[in-house]
């Protein structure tokens, strides 16, 4: 089993039982963020009118295998997302505003399995529909059994929306989106996501509204506000009778609903569609290569939306292990009810997690999600489609932007190239190749880094003062000061950090005491030393490493003396770890070593969003240096860095 997590992201920041009394049930309900939850609840509603109904198959060349499906298709949808938010909101996620959902990103695969099943049995065959189900469920268990096996194994160390007609790909995207009846949609949805897009970064329209396009409920409200407009609209042109309705879903402003020739009772009954006596398990071996692409979609995707989500939301920790294991039990959850897989959803998280939410306001837009499962029929007929068009193009904007625009501000070219490289790939190629293509691009930059920061140079001693003269200069008393006389666990990294157990030195021990405050090896603070170019490859073995130490209370010294250069995510780990130093009970504190004042190893650090002091510097200026909370000290040396938590641990603080 994943270990407990720590009380740090346990989100159940609440009063305990014993103190449940009225004034504490109060300061609850007065902390529930009502923005959170509207927004919570529109996201799951848009999503399963825009994305639910293309859980199965168009129907098309006069098919009618999975007609007048649509309810039955948005009600496995939101099964789906239920059990994931369940899963998600008690427990199986340490982040509290995590919001799950149905995969998107396995559309296409599960598309791709019903069509294959159909081929496979034959047009007309009643076991089709049965088959295809079993093999939805089978995909969740799959999936399921994949991630606990991760979780139970401690892997996590290791580290579009599809169209809804098979015929949709460049060659024919101008003559499906901008022909004449489709183009007037086109063009609203897209002028109003742009316009949800500029409004929110505007700093004039701020101070014209007084802040509201900054506030939480101002991206709700505003798909509300399309929502009536389009109704009043409607009610002008005299579109609001049952006439009316019908040419307004017939040039695509409303969703269509087609009736189901199949008895099955109520809409949202998916399970009628099941029936176990006439599944053709032998006719699932036509889709074996989309079932097994899909586990792999959702097994990468995870480590990706993970990181991802601890970054954006400047959570300093996170535990990929236990976010395995409780995304095993949401697809366990929906494998046992017939669905479809499910995950963590990247975006819908982020703008949850920002405007306030946390477990109590997931669990509200839970019970409201059930809610949905059972009226989504009634409300199918009535939403524009415009509404769902412009939340979908909204956050892919959001998304883009973030990739595009925000990324260079704190990535190097070539990262940034790995970056537009994949997007590219995933736009003109598809989802899954263009990931491939992405992972290869990653591994050439890392090769190519790996060669250019291992060349010889050649550089003069007397004007180069820093780290390597002094590194050459010292190298011998540093062997016989540093290693030989403090009693340190060490740890080195190249492309793996691997623990040396130091012997305990037995003699020359005055040697210690008479060394500027250096005391009892007891108090030596744990070393990780880097070389060579350091790349996110051994980001989780890092992370791990620290942990260890944060648990036991150690001091921390990241010895760069030997790096050359430092990738970006690893900075932004080593920022997040640096926070939990910071905010942590222990004593311990965090320090780097070999870090020059005006190298590029600092740079990297600083692009990462470190915040770094030279104490070199500072303790030259002052007796008693002082520096604001969240820095993190560095040296030139390894001996300046032991000196200064040798003081630390002698007056007994955890920072100057």
Same mark, same amino acid.
């Given at each position: 089993m994943?270990?407990?997590?720590s009380?740090?992201?346990?989100?159940?920041?609440?009063?305990?039982?014993?103190?449940?009394?009225?004034?504490?049930i109060l300061a609850?309900l007065q902390?529930i963020?009502?923005?959170a939850?509207?927004?919570?609840?529109?996201?799951?509603?848009l999503?399963?009118?825009?994305t639910?109904?293309?859980?199965?198959?168009?129907?098309?060349?006069?098919?009618?295998?999975?007609?007048?499906?649509?309810?039955q298709?948005?009600?496995l949808y939101?099964?789906?997302?239920?059990?994931?938010?369940?899963?998600?909101?008690?427990?199986?996620?340490?982040f509290?505003?995590a919001?799950?959902s149905?995969?998107?990103?396995?559309?296409?695969?599960?598309?791709?399995i019903?069509?294959?099943?159909?081929?496979?049995?034959?047009?007309?065959?009643?076991?089709i529909?049965?088959?295809?189900?079993?093999?939805?469920?089978?995909?969740?268990?799959?999936?399921?059994f994949?991630?606990?096996a991760?979780?139970?194994?401690?892997?996590?160390?290791?580290?579009?929306l599809?169209?809804?007609?098979d015929?949709?790909s460049l060659?024919?995207?101008?003559h499906?989106?901008?022909?004449?009846?489709?183009?007037?949609?086109l063009v609203?949805?897209?002028?109003?996501?742009?316009?949800?897009?500029?409004?929110?970064?505007?700093?004039f329209?701020?101070?014209?509204?007084?802040g509201?396009?900054?506030?939480?409920?101002?991206v709700?409200?505003?798909?509300?506000?399309?929502a009536?407009?389009?109704?009043v609209?409607?009610?002008?042109?005299?579109?609001?009778?049952a006439?009316?309705?019908?040419a307004l879903r017939?040039?695509?402003?409303?969703?269509?609903?087609?009736?189901?020739h199949?008895d099955?009772?109520?809409?949202?009954?998916?399970?009628?569609?099941?029936?176990?006596?006439?599944?053709?398990w032998?006719?699932?071996?036509?889709?074996?290569?989309?079932i097994?692409?899909?586990?792999?979609?959702?097994?990468?995707s995870?480590?990706?939306?993970?990181?991802?989500?601890?970054?954006?939301?400047?959570?300093?920790?996170?535990?990929?292990?236990?976010?395995?294991?409780?995304?095993?039990?949401?697809?366990?959850?929906a494998g046992v009810?017939?669905t479809?897989?499910?995950?963590?959803?990247?975006?819908?998280?982020?703008f949850f997690?920002?405007?306030g939410?946390?477990?109590?306001?997931?669990?509200?837009?839970?019970?409201?999600?059930?809610?949905?499962?059972?009226?989504?029929?009634?409300?199918?007929?009535?939403?524009p489609?415009i509404?769902?068009?412009?939340l979908v193009?909204?956050l892919?904007?959001?998304l883009?932007?973030?990739?595009?625009?925000?990324a260079p501000?704190?990535?190097?070219?070539?990262?940034w190239?790995?970056?537009?490289?994949?997007?590219?790939?995933?736009?003109?190629?598809?989802f899954?190749?263009?990931?491939?293509?992405?992972?290869?691009?990653?591994?050439?930059?890392?090769?190519?880094?790996?060669?250019?920061?291992?060349?010889p140079t050649?550089?003069?001693?007397?004007?180069?003062?820093g780290?390597?003269?002094i590194?050459?200069k010292?190298?011998?008393?540093?062997?016989?000061?540093?290693?030989?006389?403090?009693?340190?666990?060490?740890?080195?990294?190249?492309? =793996?950090?691997? #623990? &040396?157990? @130091?012997?305990?030195?037995?003699?020359?021990r +005055?040697?210690? %005491?008479? /060394?500027?405050? $250096?005391?009892?090896?007891?108090?030596?603070?744990?070393?990780i030393?880097?070389?060579g170019?350091?790349s996110?490859?051994?980001?989780s073995?890092?992370?791990?490493?620290?942990?260890?130490?944060?648990?036991?209370?150690?001091?921390?010294?990241?010895?760069?003396?030997?790096?050359?250069?430092?990738? =970006?995510s690893? #900075? &932004?780990m @080593?920022?997040?770890q640096?926070?939990?130093? +910071?905010?942590? %009970?222990? /004593?311990?504190? $965090?320090s780097?070593?070999?870090?020059?004042?005006d190298?590029?190893?600092?740079?990297?650090l600083?692009?990462?969003?470190?915040?770094?002091?030279?104490?070199d510097?500072?303790?030259?200026?002052?007796?008693?240096?002082?520096?604001?909370?969240?820095?993190t000290?560095?040296?030139?040396?390894?001996?300046?860095?032991l000196n200064?938590?040798?003081?630390?641990?002698?007056?007994?603080?955890?920072?100057?």
């Amino acid at each position: 089993m994943p270990e407990t997590p720590s009380n740090t992201m346990s989100g159940w920041s609440r009063p305990s039982k014993q103190h449940l009394n009225l004034a504490s049930i109060l300061a609850v309900l007065q902390d529930i963020s009502p923005a959170a939850i509207l927004l919570g609840i529109t996201l799951n509603v848009l999503d399963t009118v825009s994305t639910g109904l293309l859980v199965f198959p168009s129907s098309e060349n006069g098919s009618t295998t999975f007609s007048g499906l649509q309810t039955q298709a948005m009600s496995l949808y939101v099964m789906s997302t239920i059990f994931s938010q369940l899963a998600m909101t008690l427990g199986g996620s340490l982040f509290p505003g995590a919001l799950g959902s149905m995969l998107i990103e396995v559309l296409p695969f599960l598309r791709n399995i019903a069509s294959s099943i159909q081929d496979r049995i034959g047009e007309g065959d009643p076991a089709i529909l049965p088959t295809v189900m079993a093999a939805y469920a089978l995909t969740s268990f799959l999936v399921a059994f994949v991630f606990i096996a991760l979780g139970l194994l401690k892997c996590g160390r290791l580290l579009t929306l599809p169209a809804s007609s098979d015929h949709l790909s460049l060659g024919t995207a101008g003559h499906v989106l901008f022909n004449q009846t489709h183009l007037p949609l086109l063009v609203a949805s897209v002028f109003a996501a742009l316009f949800i897009s500029v409004s929110v970064r505007s700093s004039f329209l701020s101070k014209m509204t007084r802040g509201f396009t900054e506030h939480a409920l101002y991206v709700p409200l505003f798909c509300f506000f399309i929502a009536g407009l389009f109704w009043v609209i409607a009610a002008g042109t005299k579109h609001a009778n049952a006439d009316g309705l019908d040419a307004l879903r017939s040039a695509g402003w409303l969703f269509t609903v087609e009736k189901s020739h199949r008895d099955t009772g109520y809409d949202w009954n998916y399970w009628a569609l099941f029936d176990f006596s006439l599944v053709k398990w032998n006719a699932m071996t036509a889709a074996i290569q989309d079932i097994v692409l899909l586990i792999v979609i959702a097994v990468i995707s995870l480590p990706i939306f993970i990181p991802a989500m601890a970054l954006t939301l400047d959570i300093p920790s996170y535990n990929m292990n236990w976010e395995f294991f409780g995304h095993g039990i949401s697809n366990l959850l929906a494998g046992v009810a017939g669905t479809v897989p499910n995950l963590v959803v990247l975006t819908n998280s982020k703008f949850f997690t920002l405007a306030g939410g946390g477990r109590i306001e997931a669990l509200i837009v839970t019970a409201f999600t059930v809610a949905l499962f059972f009226v989504s029929s009634y409300l199918l007929p009535y939403i524009p489609t415009i509404l769902a068009a412009t939340l979908v193009l909204f956050l892919g904007i959001e998304l883009m932007i973030e990739a595009l625009w925000d990324a260079p501000q704190s990535l190097l070219i070539w990262e940034w190239a790995v970056v537009l490289g994949t997007v590219i790939a995933c736009t003109f190629i598809g989802f899954a190749p263009g990931v491939g293509i992405g992972i290869g691009m990653a591994l050439l930059v890392q090769l190519w880094w790996c060669n250019f920061e291992s060349r010889p140079t050649i550089f003069n001693l007397a004007r180069r003062p820093g780290r390597r003269a002094i590194a050459a200069k010292n190298d011998d008393r540093r062997k016989s000061t540093v290693i030989s006389q403090v009693d340190a666990d060490f740890y080195d990294s190249s492309s =793996t950090l691997e #623990a &040396q157990s @130091l012997p305990t030195p037995t003699k020359n021990r +005055s040697a210690i %005491s008479s /060394t500027e405050n $250096l005391h009892a090896a007891t108090a030596q603070p744990v070393i990780i030393r880097l070389t060579g170019y350091v790349s996110f490859f051994i980001i989780s073995t890092i992370e791990a490493t620290m942990k260890s130490a944060l648990k036991t209370g150690n001091s921390m010294i990241v010895d760069f003396t030997h790096a050359t250069r430092v990738e =970006t995510s690893v #900075a &932004q780990m @080593l920022k997040r770890q640096a926070e939990m130093f +910071s905010i942590s %009970s222990f /004593t311990g504190t $965090l320090s780097f070593a070999g870090v020059l004042p005006d190298s590029g190893l600092l740079a990297d650090l600083k692009r990462g969003g470190m915040d770094c002091v030279c104490m070199d510097a500072l303790q030259a200026s002052s007796a008693s240096p002082h520096f604001a909370d969240g820095a993190t000290p560095f040296f030139d040396e390894l001996d300046g860095a032991l000196n200064w938590h040798a003081r630390l641990e002698d007056s007994g603080t955890k920072c100057p």
